[in-house]
């Protein structure tokens, strides 16, 4: 589902250069839970980023179910996106205009779903992590771990194919990110979704497919 060819990146920082992402080289098969560890710095959302068609590496390339999302010109990769990746970010990146609901039903829009149809799907993913009854509140008006599954309801509201995820647990109490990784390894066990995970937190780990660490850019593999 997701293969990676010597995938790099390189940010360069005036006459520095930081090399995020060293050559990564993998596959990723349909329904696997792959969880991604590492400290911090070692460039774990960099390859989120160029995986999903966040950003574009340095070097190599990434297919996503047989498309090199590299080749796509910025209109087409949007379009694949929207359709393909569901993507939870680090920071979570809701819109602070809009409440849950609406935040949820801004990633379901541009598929042209019926107002009605939408509204209905939005709740229901919002159902599904807990957040029903918080529907209506602005994200400021939401804690870190209710923002992260609002995130979450979102980066699922178009049944994407492959789910990225960046430390979703992060800002969640273990049982509440229990319930959010055990909900997303439901997806790619019941919903053939692949599901990538960046994380800390060693519970995570326990429900992988398949474990790899970062290192300083360099990804190895557990097993
Ligand atoms: N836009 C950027 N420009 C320059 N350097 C960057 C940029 N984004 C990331 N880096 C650098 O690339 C390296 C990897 O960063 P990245 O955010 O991928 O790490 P991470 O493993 O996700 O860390 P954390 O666990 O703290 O989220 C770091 O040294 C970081 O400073
Ligand atoms: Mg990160």
């Given amino acids: 589902m997701i293969k990676a060819v010597n995938l790099s990146k390189t940010y360069k920082m005036g006459e520095k250069k930081v090399e995020a992402v060293r050559k990564a080289n993998f596959e990723v098969d349909k329904g696997e ?21 966040l950003d574009r590496p340095s070097e190599g390339t990434v297919e996503i179910d047989g498309q090199d999302i590299t080749r796509l010109s910025e209109n ?7 359709k393909n990746i569901g993507f939870v970010f680090q920071t979570f990146n809701l819109i602070p205009t809009l409440n849950a609901r609406e935040n949820v039903e801004a990633a379901i829009v ?10 209905e799907r939005a709740m229901n ?12 509140h602005l994200p400021g008006k939401l804690s870190g771990g209710e923002q992260q599954r609002v995130a979450i309801a979102r980066a699922l509201a178009n049944n ?8 979703p647990t992060g800002d969640l109490d273990t049982k509440t990110g229990l319930k959010i990784i055990e909900m997303l390894k ?14 800390h937190a060693p519970y995570v780990a326990e429900y992988a497919t398949r474990r790899a660490k970062m290192e300083d850019g360099v990804l190895t593999f557990a097993d």
């Fill in 33 to 53: 839970f792959f969880v991604i560890e590492g400290v911090s710095g070692s460039g774990k959302t960099t390859l989120l980023y160029l995986l999903g068609g």
């Fill in 76 to 82: 087409q990769l949007a379009k694949f996106r929207l």
């Fill in 110 to 119: 541009p598929t042209g779903m019926p107002a009605a149809e939408r509204i």
């Fill in 125 to 136: 993913l919002l159902k599904a992590v807990g957040m029903e009854n918080r529907w209506h």
């Fill in 160 to 167: 994407p194919k492959v789910v990225l995820a960046d430390e």
């Fill in 186 to 199: 439901e997806l790619s066990l019941n919903n053939g979704q692949t599901v990538i995970v960046v994380t």
